[in-house]
C-alpha cells in the first residue's frame, strides 16, 4: 500500500498564495505519478493537476494552468502544489492521489491511493 498524508491547506484571500504538500510512504515504488484533485460542496471531485515521478511530465487542468504549479521530491517522496491567484472558486478540499499506470490520468479511476485531503478556503 501506498499512505499519503497532505498539509498545508488553509484560509487566504483572493489573489494570494498557498503551497500544498503530499508526502508519500510504504510502496511508493509501486507509483508512476501523483495527482491532485480537488471537490468543493455539492460538486463532484474533479482533476486539478498530475506528474509522473519519473522525469516530472505534467498535465494541469485549464482551470488552474498559469495560476499552479506541480512539482515533486523523489528523495523525499513528496509532492508539491504551489497555488498562485487564488480565487474564491479555487475553493474546495484538495486531495493528493498516487497512480500506478503509465501516463498522467485526469479520472479519479486511474488513481488506487489517496491522502485524506486538505480544506483550501480562499475568501472574496
Known amino acids: 500500500q501506498v499512505q499519503l498524508v497532505e498539509s498545508g491547506g488553509g484560509l487566504v484571500q483572493a489573489g494570494g498564495s498557498l503551497r500544498l504538500s503530499c508526502a508519500a510512504s510504504g510502496r511508493t515504488f509501486s507509483s508512476y505519478a501523483m495527482g491532485w484533485f480537488r471537490q468543493a460542496p455539492g460538486k463532484e471531485r474533479e482533476f486539478v493537476v498530475a506528474?509522473?515521478?519519473?522525469?516530472?511530465?505534467?498535465r494541469y487542468s485549464d482551470s488552474v494552468k498559469g495560476r499552479f504549479t506541480i512539482s515533486r521530491d523523489n528523495a523525499k517522496n513528496t509532492v508539491y502544489l504551489q497555488m498562485n491567484s487564488l480565487k474564491p472558486e479555487d475553493t474546495a478540499v484538495y486531495y493528493c492521489?498516487?497512480?500506478?499506470?503509465?501516463?498522467?490520468?485526469?479520472?479519479?479511476?486511474?488513481?488506487?491511493?489517496w491522502g485524506q485531503g486538505t480544506q483550501v478556503t480562499v475568501s472574496s
Open positions: 492521489a498516487s497512480s500506478p499506470y503509465y501516463g498522467l490520468g485526469s479520472g479519479s479511476g486511474k488513481y488506487d491511493y
Open positions: 506528474i509522473s515521478w519519473s522525469v516530472g511530465s505534467t
